[in-house]
């Protein structure tokens, strides 16, 4: 074995089996720590930890036992144990021998119980990395006393700096392969320093350690390393002040969650406290509608409260009837948060399918779900040498700074000020997998300046003046497909019957509105954004808009979706198996695309991604253009709008 | 400034994620097992919507062969709560007279993982939270608190959401669902302190007691109704034990120990060796990767 056994253990065993009442007395009232531990692949960030649920009794006899026998079978550490094959998780990596996930670990020592993050140092798991970092307090970055500060130790602290982590530690690990040499280890921390302060570290603890032999895990200075004067990683842990009193500091915000009404006579505003205290009788505003109220009471389960803090779930009652509801955050009044729809923000992506500038993503900030577009990075950050690179898009692993726009204002403050409202998560509309991450930094246009509300001539007016409900018929399809034939036809039928309608055509938008843009993806996306922006306007001012556009991608047809009022959105497929509509050929676009003369043509060079539920789809293999069109006319009448 | 311990934070934390889900999901259900960790998740939902009762109803998958003390306890806690309990059993295993005295894993994987499956299709549920912890076993370590499942239930561990900061993407396509952990990152001892703090009741078989039991394959089994088949020379024995885990009786086995307060069985627990599913059968099957395997297939 090795010296650390001889080390103390972190629980007092005596106590427990002495005073057990003592005992439990003590550890109600512990803190908590959540930290990562980051490193290259080699520098024993699993055996740290392993050693640290090891020393601190986490390991039990069973799962000890199965210990001993994987290390002797797959171990890298001859008959010795194996501490990395204990947070080892997934089948697929132990054998491999990588840990390749975010994994959490717990342990608890008589002071504070910790949350560990193990997050792996790959350089394709810059993801993994960023995602552990965010819930962390502190980071302890690993360095392997044999080679230095590494590319990859720049590499995490740069991520680690980035995601808001304000308590660094450099673990120079392995020390007892270097001899417990105080010159490596001085030479180490200096280097570091150097660098720490190029990218903006004021400071760091450092300390020599040894994961395997237990060095200054527990108790410093070890035997080993008589000129060592610092605390132990231990204690280092167990001390550091942990940013509650400065979250409780700050103004009051609460996001608020769900609204509480279990009858008519309460209505609660559910929620946990992202910053500032509350008590009852405090202004309060509820942004971003911008009304006030006071708090009138703090309910809980266990009886109303004097005052609720910072990371405190709790419910709020208002003494007056404001409208009030998920999305909206309750803050101070006299400092309330900004709302804004511009955003400029570091964006880090997450997915194999790359950022689509100008594509609509979902963004979840808070408890606030938008509909937002990145622009094309200003820049994209090389997470190695720190360079801004220019850059279209960001691929897995990317780090760059773009500008974001929201469909609409949202409540937020600048990462660095907030993680709570700086952060956000952006989500795929199709496949719902959450693809970046995203860290305000400033927003570019307030949304006070933009006045959306109480247009004296509201949109229901418009609507009512003309006798209809406003809808967007959108037709979809290949080119040749029928669609423009068919929309124009149901037009003409809409107004024989006295609806006012209006039929935005492909070819006729792209002589006018849209003729600055080409046929790249990029700018098919634009192309139907901005369709979508005028058929909502028309929709406002009370028409029925008809859009006949191939409008190949299902996620910009999603996004239209998302910016028009939910049921008056209709999507008719107008389905025509590609040889048919290549048979027809009316404008002899394809015969072209297939000679190449015109490239990114869909169908042809570019995909269509056929709707999956539209709301009407049209077979016109069997069915007549009029035929087509007096059955959506009948449908559109007898489902949609049926009180026209 | 008000400090917030670490059962506080994590109470805290359980709430938000509760809260988070009823407000994204259209039809979430929360499994319950009766055991110490259903007991505090439980608790946590009155917490979280408190007046409210929890807007969701308590699913237990049963398999009929739970221990009499919790389908008391169940039906107890459920009323208390003012919940829907409903309660599935799988009608093929309920046909095929599946037990775990003769059928081994066919046991688990018709009444719970099958069960589980029909139950949350039948209902349309497409969130279900449950207790597990990411603590108790090496690949929960890895799962995240939103468990994405596709619609035959199947879990890809390759694939799975990032979840940063306390943003949970609650998105899922039809049919598709979200297992949910708001235990995640409770740890046993943090379960047993929040109990004793919150006066939370628990089935008494936690807590030492004179039982009948068995020795059986390095089980310590108590023999608790007459479905129990003796084995030639096999006489139920008197002996004071206690539970850790409660699951199918047959198949958990029981500790002997005088710990009969709470506070005791604590101390037992701090001052114990052993980890708390070395009494599941489960875990062991399919080498190391038991839990693994179980999971991809549908388990919870």
Same mark, same amino acid.
């Given at each position: 074995m090795n010296d650390a056994s001889s080390e103390p253990l972190y629980r007092v065993d005596a106590l427990i089996a002495?005073?057990?009442?003592?005992?439990?007395?003590?550890?109600?009232?512990?803190?908590?720590?959540?930290?990562?531990?980051?490193?290259?692949?080699?520098?024993?960030?699993?055996?740290?930890?392993?050693?640290?649920?090891?020393?601190?009794?986490?390991?039990f006899e069973d799962q000890l036992a199965a210990l001993e026998a994987d290390s002797k079978r797959v171990g890298t550490q001859g008959q010795a144990i194996d501490f990395a094959l204990l947070v080892d998780g997934l089948a697929a990596e132990r054998e491999q021998g990588i840990t390749i996930d975010v994994a959490y670990r717990f342990f608890a020592t008589e002071k504070r119980k910790f949350i560990v993050a193990d997050t792996p140092g790959h350089e394709q798991y810059t993801r993994n990395m960023v995602t552990g970092a965010s819930t962390a307090d502190l980071a302890?970055?690993?360095?392997?006393?044999?080679?230095?500060?590494?590319?990859?130790?720049?590499?995490?602290?740069?991520?680690?700096h980035l995601i808001g982590i304000r308590h660094l530690v450099l673990a120079v690990n392995k020390m007892d392969l270097v001899d417990y040499s105080q010159e490596v280890f001085d030479r180490i921390v200096a280097d570091y320093r150097a660098f720490a302060g190029t990218i903006g570290i004021a400071d760091f603890t450092p300390i020599p350690i040894s994961g395997f032999k237990g060095d200054n895990i527990t108790q410093a200075p070890s035997v080993n390393t008589p000129w060592y004067d610092g605390p132990s990683l231990i204690e280092h842990l167990e001390t550091v002040e942990i940013e509650g009193a400065a979250a409780?500091?700050?103004?009051?915000?609460?996001?608020?969650?769900?609204?509480?009404?279990?009858?008519?006579?309460?209505?609660?505003?559910?929620?946990?406290?992202?910053?500032?205290?509350?008590?009852?009788?405090?202004?309060?505003?509820?942004?971003?509608?911008?009304?006030?109220?006071?708090?009138?009471?703090?309910?809980?389960?266990?009886?109303?409260?004097?005052?609720?803090?910072?990371?405190?779930?709790?419910?709020?009652?208002?003494?007056?009837?404001?409208?009030?509801?998920?999305?909206?955050?309750?803050?101070?009044?006299?400092?309330?948060?900004?709302?804004?729809?511009?955003?400029?923000?570091?964006?880090?992506?997450?997915?194999?399918?790359?950022?689509?500038?100008?594509?609509?993503?979902?963004?979840?900030?808070?408890?606030?779900?938008?509909?937002?577009?990145?622009?094309?990075?200003?820049?994209?950050?090389?997470?190695?040498?720190?360079?801004?690179?220019?850059?279209?898009?960001?691929?897995?692993?990317?780090?760059?700074?773009?500008?974001?726009?929201?469909?609409?204002?949202?409540?937020?403050?600048?990462?660095?000020?907030?993680?709570e409202l700086g952060g956000f998560?952006?989500?795929?509309?199709?496949?719902?997998?959450?693809?970046?991450?995203?860290?305000?930094?400033?927003?570019?246009?307030?949304?006070?300046?933009?006045?959306?509300?109480?247009?004296?001539?509201?949109?229901?007016?418009?609507?009512?003046?003309?006798?209809?409900?406003?809808?967007?018929?959108?037709?979809?399809?290949?080119?040749?497909?029928?669609?423009?034939?068919?929309?124009?036809?149901?037009?003409?039928?809409?107004?024989?019957?006295?609806?006012?309608?209006?039929?935005?055509?492909?070819?006729?938008?792209?002589?006018?509105?849209?003729?600055?843009?080409?046929?790249?993806e990029a700018d098919r996306i634009e192309n139907i954004r901005r369709v979508g922006e005028v058929a909502k306007l028309m929709t406002d001012a009370g028409l029925i808009v008809l859009t006949a556009f191939i409008s190949p991608f299902r996620a910009e047809r999603e996004l239209v979706r998302g910016m028009i009022p939910e049921g008056e959105f209709i999507e008719i497929f107008i389905d025509t198996p590609l040889e048919v509509a290549e048979q027809r050929d009316v404008k002899g676009l394809y015969k072209k695309a297939r000679s190449g003369q015109l490239k990114n043509f869909t169908g042809i060079d570019s995909p269509y991604e056929a709707p999956e539920n539209p709301e009407i789809r049209i077979d016109t293999t069997t069915t007549s253009p009029e035929d087509a069109a007096e059955q959506i006319v009948q449908r559109l009448l007898g489902e949609w709008v049926p009180d026209l | 400034m008000q400090r917030l311990t670490h059962l506080d934070r994590l109470e805290a934390e359980s709430i938000h994620i509760m809260r988070e889900?009823?407000?994204?999901? =259209?039809?979430?259900?929360?499994?319950?097992?009766?055991? $110490?960790?259903?007991?505090?998740?439980?608790? %946590?939902? !009155?917490?979280? &919507?408190?007046?409210?009762?929890?807007?969701?109803?308590?699913?237990?998958?049963?398999?009929?062969?739970?221990?009499?003390?919790?389908?008391?306890?169940?039906?107890?806690?459920?009323?208390?709560?003012?919940?829907?309990?409903?309660?599935?059993?799988?009608?093929?295993?309920?046909?095929?007279?599946?037990?775990?005295? =003769?059928?081994?894993?066919?046991?688990?994987?018709?009444? $719970?993982?099958?069960?589980?499956?029909?139950? %949350?299709? !039948?209902?349309? &549920?497409?969130?279900?939270?449950g207790g597990a912890r990411r603590d108790e076993e090496k690949s929960r370590a890895k799962e995240r608190i939103f468990s994405f499942r596709t619609a035959s239930h199947a879990w890809d561990p390759k694939n799975q959401r990032p979840e940063l900061w306390n943003l949970y993407n609650a998105k899922k396509a039809k049919g598709e669902s979200i297992r949910v952990f708001p235990l995640s990152n409770w740890t046993e001892l943090d379960i047993w302190q929040y109990i004793m703090k919150e006066g939370i009741e628990i089935v008494p078989l936690y807590m030492a007691a004179e039982r009948p039991t068995v020795e059986r394959d390095g089980l310590l089994l108590m023999v608790d109704d007459e479905r129990f088949p003796l084995l030639p020379g096999e006489t139920p024995v008197v002996r004071s034990i206690r539970f850790r885990t409660l699951g199918c009786y047959p198949l958990t086995g029981a500790i002997e120990s005088r710990a009969a307060t709470l506070p005791e069985v604590v101390q037992e627990m701090l001052l114990t060796t052993t980890s708390e599913r070395q009494g599941r059968a489960i875990d062991k099957d399919a080498g190391g990767a038991g839990m693994e395997k179980k999971k991809q297939e549908g388990y919870f």
């Open positions: 002495e005073d057990i009442e003592a005992y439990l007395d003590l550890h109600q009232n512990k803190g908590l720590l959540r930290f990562i531990t980051c490193g290259s692949v080699d520098d024993g960030k699993s055996t740290l930890i392993g050693r640290l649920l090891y020393d601190s009794k986490m390991i302890v970055i690993l360095v392997d006393a044999r080679k230095g500060v590494l590319v990859q130790t720049r590499r995490h602290s740069y991520l680690a409780q500091a700050r103004s009051l915000r609460m996001p608020v969650q769900w609204v509480n009404r279990p009858n008519l006579d309460f209505r609660g505003f559910a929620g946990q406290i992202a910053s500032g205290t509350v008590r009852p009788g405090d202004a309060v505003r509820v942004v971003p509608s911008g009304k006030t109220s006071t708090i009138k009471s703090i309910v809980t389960f266990d009886g109303e409260l004097d005052e609720a803090v910072a990371g405190q779930s709790v419910t709020l009652t208002l003494a007056d009837e404001i409208d009030c509801s998920r999305g909206d955050v309750i803050a101070a009044a006299d400092a309330p948060p900004q709302a804004a729809d511009q955003f400029e923000a570091t964006i880090v992506w997450m997915s194999d399918e790359k950022l689509i500038p100008g594509r609509g993503y979902w963004l979840k900030l808070a408890t606030q779900t938008v509909t937002a577009t990145v622009a094309q990075p200003k820049y994209e950050v090389d997470v190695n040498s720190f360079e801004h690179l220019a850059a279209k898009t960001l691929g897995l692993n990317g780090i760059g700074v773009c500008e974001v726009t929201t469909d609409r204002p949202i409540v937020f403050e600048p990462y660095h000020e907030s993680r998560i952006l989500i795929d509309k199709l496949t719902n997998a959450t693809v970046g991450a995203g860290l305000i930094r400033f927003c570019l246009r307030r949304a006070q300046n933009v006045h959306w509300q109480a247009l004296e001539v509201s949109r229901e007016a418009h609507a009512a003046l003309k006798g209809q409900k406003p809808a967007v018929l959108w037709f979809t399809g290949l080119s040749g497909s029928g669609k423009s034939t068919i929309a124009n036809l149901v037009e003409k039928k809409l107004h024989a019957a006295g609806r006012h309608t209006f039929l935005l055509d492909g070819d006729n938008v792209r002589h006018g509105l849209n003729k600055d843009l080409g046929f790249t | 889900v009823v407000a994204e999901a =259209d039809n979430p259900v929360m499994l319950y097992s009766v055991g $110490k960790d259903s007991a505090v998740m439980l608790h %946590l939902a !009155k917490k979280a &919507f408190h007046p409210a009762p929890p807007p969701f109803p308590l699913l237990h998958v049963d398999t009929t062969w739970k221990f009499r003390d919790m389908y008391a306890l169940r039906d107890k806690a459920a009323k208390a709560a003012g919940m829907e309990l409903l309660v599935y059993h799988n009608p093929e295993a309920l046909e095929r007279g599946i037990n775990p005295f =003769d059928h081994g894993a066919l046991h688990t994987d018709l009444w $719970k993982t099958e069960g589980l499956k029909q139950a %949350l299709d !039948k209902w349309k &549920f497409d969130a279900a939270f």
